[in-house]
């Protein structure tokens, strides 16, 4: 199975084309504001350079956040473009998840943390098992202090919220917390398509008509327009 997969949740975004469990080719992109042309235009190049067409690929995944709220939306938006022009099943999975399964296996809990702004993270945590990372929290926006009463125990902090909040963590955390290393800190395409592999393989896929981001909570546009109605 051809998988072509995405995720923009991160100001480092990523695209990669997996066949199977075999990564055919992976990019990371650094890609500010104009995260959806240089995501279609990563994906095009990579299909090209591999000598595949569109039509070569049997299904597409994309991580749904939580992130950025731009980020998410325009690539959500670009891959429902493929799947309408190019119909194939979709999956979605969760960053956070992503995140967690590319870190190496760890004594205690891994914690994936996302800048939120605002003074806040998007966090879970989990437990990495062998080859799988089990889920042990819903998602939140939170502080790095109200993270720290999340998991008790060690804790391998990894995601680029540590850009920004790493001396706030290191101290809610005290000598509980390892901080894994940079390159681990934005998630791979590669993973989300690991993630969205078994669902796929057993015919089990997102409808593209309801298929939305994980927000967790609302975005400044919501905010300021207030509840809905």
Wanted: no cysteine; glycine share 8%; hydrophobic share 50%.
């Amino acid at each position: 199975m051809k998988i072509l997969a995405l995720d923009t949740s991160t100001s480092v975004a990523s695209v990669a084309v997996m066949q199977g469990a075999e990564v055919l080719a992976e990019v990371h992109l650094e890609t500010g504001r104009r995260r959806g042309e240089i995501m279609a235009r990563a994906a095009a190049d990579l299909l090209e350079n591999l000598g595949l067409k569109p039509e070569a690929l049997d299904a597409y995944a994309i991580g749904l956040g939580p992130g950025s709220f731009t980020g998410l939306r325009g690539s959500l938006a670009f891959v429902k473009g493929l799947a309408i022009a190019n119909p194939r099943p979709v999956a979605g999975v969760s960053s956070l998840h992503a995140l967690a399964l590319a870190a190496a296996p760890f004594p205690g809990a891994i914690v994936p943390v996302v800048d939120a702004r605002k003074g806040e993270v998007f966090a879970a945590v989990f437990k990495r098992e062998g080859q799988a990372a089990t889920r042990l929290s819903d998602d939140v926006a939170a502080t790095p202090e109200r993270i720290a009463a999340m998991a008790g125990g060690p804790v391998l902090l990894l995601g680029d919220a540590l850009a920004r909040y790493r001396h706030e963590f290191e101290q809610a955390f005290g000598v509980r917390a390892t901080i894994a290393p940079e390159e681990l800190w934005y998630p791979r395409a590669s993973i989300i398509a690991a993630l969205a592999r078994p669902r796929l393989e057993r015919g089990d896929s997102d409808r593209i008509d309801t298929l939305v981001p994980i927000y967790v909570r609302s975005s400044d546009a919501e905010l300021k327009l207030g509840p809905r109605r």
